[in-house]
């Protein structure tokens, strides 16, 4: 018999099906922005009623992979990894757009670098005080 070759051959990758009872997960949303911004972010996200949440300072590079500076005699520095603000935050599942929404209206200057937003699924969330799991316990 004739062998398939590696593009024909069917996939024995057990891609994930999805879980019904997974449909509705907390979401945790990742936010890097630039330092400049955070207090407005942080302002719009606490008016909109989203108050915990962590801050990390981070470097970092997107597609134009940092800045380049120019000197008096044309040399040129390259800085690579630029300092940008890591937000991130975990909410329910049917807010998760509006926090996308309210960070991206707070962060943007409509320059290169203004950021990006990551959002992934969250299986549980545990407050330590009274041991609660779940939405209830964000
Ligand atoms: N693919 C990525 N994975 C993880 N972090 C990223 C990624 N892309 C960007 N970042 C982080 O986000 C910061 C800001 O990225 P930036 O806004 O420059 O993205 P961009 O894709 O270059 O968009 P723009 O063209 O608007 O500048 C980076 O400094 C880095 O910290
Ligand atoms: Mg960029």
């Known amino acids: 018999m004739k062998k398939r070759s590696a593009s024909t051959r069917p996939s024995t990758v057990k891609w994930p099906t999805v879980n019904p009872e997974k449909v509705n997960v907390m979401k945790k949303i990742e936010a890097i922005i630039r330092p400049e911004r955070l207090e407005r ?7 909109a009623g989203f108050v915990g949440l962590n801050v990390v300072n981070v470097t970092g590079r997107g597609t134009q992979r940092g800045v380049t500076y120019e000197g008096r005699a044309g ?40 950021g990006k937003i990551f959002v992934s699924p969250v299986e549980d969330v545990t407050r330590v005080r009274t041991g609660e799991h779940g939405e209830q316990a964000l």
């Not at 972010?41 to 008016?47: D, G, N, Q, S």
């Not at 991130?88 to 290169?112: C, F, M, P, S, W």
């Open 41 to 47: 972010v942080k302002e719009a996200l606490t008016a």
């Open 75 to 114: 040399e040129r520095f390259v800085v690579d990894m630029l300092p940008k603000v890591k937000l991130e935050l975990v909410v329910k599942d049917a807010d998760a757009k509006r926090v996308v929404d309210i960070i991206v209206q707070a962060a943007r200057t409509g320059n290169v670098g203004d």
